[in-house]
């Protein structure tokens, strides 16, 4: 678990040595290297294309959607101006962007004292502990679900997405798991000498773990907003009968039953949804492919 | 807890056992939230579960013991949750198995051609961003049968294409192909792991004359065997808990509203072909309120997931507190 072999999946070529020059193979080389590139151009068009004919079909009228052409004519870009005002959208967004960030927030403050804990402090019972936090992480969410839903119903919460944020306050156990992972990355030694230089654990935890831990907090952020960008069974389960609570995601899904067959509109708020995370995407893709590998590598 | 104790009752020489008193007391304010998360959100709804499993329970009376009743009617009379299971199976059979080729096949592609790899990564990862509902709409819309592309397209070589989405015999390879479209996190931990084969060992192969299919077979899959394993448990734990795909290609496809509904309108559309375990049990739960029965469903999905979690945790490192260290 070294930072050499974090950072290498997002290195552009991997580190190997300089190839030993064989002459003799020097064509089916070639010819292998052709064939290879044939089979990763077309998967790519392959994987490519569902995206553009979504872009393609968000720009199309409600009537050309059902014939055969498969280019907008015209371009419709007003789908995406009119599909704010077929379903409230913006309340939609809004409802996502509050779960997401409260969420994320809450997430942060709760869970990374504890993977710090359980990282870099010795205690009895961190076994136990790990182990259960493991085993939270693994086990299907219906298996709880019942008995989760009658407390936040004995709340009156239902029918909002507070029961959806504020268990986080209490810990995530995938950002748990994950926080830990990297935290473990940062060598025992640094805690230590800050330790004798007479930090208690708050202060190894906030002036020498998280300055060194910033990329691992960041993804395991990442992960947080996205995953709940994206749910859809918590939303189902505890909003479905108010859709003014409805995260955006969840609004997408009944979306063509209320609209029925317009596809334009359809495509339109199917990008709008996903545009977001793409654009977080982008900006933190390397913190992001470090956090990925990081879940399953080193296994 | 030694090593620094120790080290810290060399240097503060006053009283070892208040500075470790004041350690275990600042650890336990460090774990308390997650602690005290663990107890509300995981071991009480456990035990809740198992309790509720034993009662009838509609949310406005309170639960009334009826012994194991919930568990003979799941076991010899619920229409429905042979078929919940075995759709549920067929997910765990084909779902994972395909999914896990293709994420392995395109990474070890991605391994070989160096070239601008990070386009290509990004390329293949990308769909994998998509959210889940926002994927199912679009396949949905790609796949339908009228007007769709994939029909236009393979019409106009002259393919008739199914009905995708709309046929009972197709609905689920159709969620296959969305599965693989978007494989890519597997693909990035297996490309990381692959990467990380030494590449002294395949000169080895070589020069003892093994081609290149042996290379695969005796220096790849072992040495990236353990990921591999990783990949098959946790896919296998996502199959048995299926459920937003199958739940939204239902909706969608069926062109029936989802409001107000949950998803016991269109149940598991076209003719209970998508209609998975997870989604049975959400329907008893919470479109008809049989929170007993539903939880009878949910320990028997918990005994199901034990089992696989035990061979889980047994077979990996970094799922025990030593790993990764």
């Given at each position: 678990m070294t930072s050499t072999t974090l950072s290498r999946p997002t290195s552009?070529?991997?580190?190997?040595p300089p190839k030993r020059k064989k002459p003799r193979r020097r064509g089916t080389a070639l010819l292998g290297w052709i064939a290879e590139h044939t089979v990763l151009v077309a998967l790519g068009i392959l994987f490519i294309a569902p995206i553009v004919f979504v872009t393609l079909t968000s720009l199309m009228g409600s009537d050309q959607?059902?014939?055969?052409?498969?280019?907008?004519?015209?371009?419709?870009?007003d789908n995406y101006v009119t599909v704010f005002t077929t379903v409230p959208l913006l309340q939609w967004f809004g409802n996502s962007a509050l779960y997401a960030v409260l969420a994320t927030v809450f997430m942060l403050v709760s869970s990374v004292p504890a993977a710090y804990a359980l990282a870099k402090i010795k205690f009895r019972g961190a076994n136990v502990l790990f182990t259960a936090i493991i085993i939270a992480m693994l086990l299907p969410p219906q298996v709880t679900a019942i008995p989760i839903y009658v407390m936040w119903s004995n709340l009156g919460l239902?029918?909002?997405?507070w029961p959806l944020i504020l268990p986080n306050l209490l810990g995530d156990a995938f950002s748990i798991f994950l926080l830990r992972q990297f935290f473990l990355t940062i060598p025992t030694e640094y805690s230590d000498a800050a330790r004798i230089d007479g930090n208690g654990e708050f202060g190894v935890l906030w002036r020498v773990v998280l300055p060194m831990a910033k990329p691992g907090i960041a993804a395991t952020a990442i992960f947080m907003f996205f995953s709940s960008w994206n749910d859809y069974y918590g939303p189902l389960l505890y909003?479905?009968?108010?859709?003014?609570?409805?995260p955006v995601a969840y609004g997408l899904a009944s979306f063509r039953g209320v609209h029925g067959t317009d596809w334009g509109l359809t495509m339109a708020m199917t990008m709008l949804v996903t545009i977001p995370v793409v654009l977080i995407f982008f900006f933190a893709q390397r913190v992001f492919v470090e956090g990925i590998t990081l879940t399953g590598v080193k296994g | 807890m030694t090593a620094t104790i120790a080290r810290e009752g060399r240097t503060a020489t006053a009283r070892p056992s208040r500075a470790r008193t004041k350690r275990n007391l600042v650890t336990l304010a460090l774990l308390a939230p997650a602690l005290l998360g663990l107890i509300i959100f995981f071991v009480y709804p456990l035990i809740a579960s198992v309790y509720y499993s034993f009662t009838r329970f509609d949310l406005v009376s309170p639960p009334e013991w009826i012994g194991l009743r919930n568990y003979t009617y799941l076991f010899t009379?619920?229409?429905n949750v042979w078929q919940a299971t075995l759709n549920t199976l067929w997910f765990v059979v084909i779902w994972v198995p395909v999914k896990i080729v293709f994420a392995l096949l395109i990474a070890g592609l991605l391994a070989r051609a160096k070239s601008a790899s990070g386009f290509w990564r990004t390329l293949f990862y990308l769909?994998?961003?998509?959210?889940p509902v926002a994927s199912v709409v679009a396949f949905v819309f790609l796949f339908?049968?009228?007007?769709g592309p994939v029909n236009q397209i393979l019409k106009a070589i002259g393919i008739q294409g199914?009905?995708?989405?709309?046929d009972p015999a197709w609905s689920k390879p159709s969620l296959v192909l969305l599965g693989v479209w978007v494989m890519g996190d597997i693909m990035i931990i297996f490309l990381a792991s692959l990467l990380d084969v030494p590449r002294e060992q395949y000169e080895a192969a070589s020069l003892d004359g093994a081609s290149g299919l042996q290379q695969v077979r005796y220096v790849t899959l072992p040495s990236i065997s353990p990921v591999l394993l990783f990949a098959v448990v946790t896919g296998v734990i996502a199959a048995i808990q299926y459920f937003t795909e199958a739940a939204v290609a239902s909706g969608v496809a069926s062109g029936k509203a989802v409001v107000g509904e949950g998803?016991?309108?269109?149940?598991?559309y076209p003719n209970g072909s998508l209609l998975t375990y997870t989604q049975w049990l959400y329907v008893r739960g919470f479109?008809?309120?049989q929170l007993g029965y539903a939880s009878a469903l949910a320990v028997l999905l918990f005994v199901v997931a034990s089992v696989i979690l035990i061979l889980l945790l047994r077979r990996f490192k970094a799922f025990t507190p030593e790993g990764a260290r």
């Open positions: 552009a070529s991997p580190t190997a959607t059902l014939t055969a052409s498969l280019w907008p004519n015209p371009f419709r870009w239902t029918g909002s997405l909003t479905s009968e108010n859709p003014d609570a409805w | 009379q619920d229409p769909p994998a961003l998509v959210p339908n049968p009228g007007t199914p009905l995708w989405f709309n998803i016991g309108n269109n149940l598991g479109s008809t309120y």
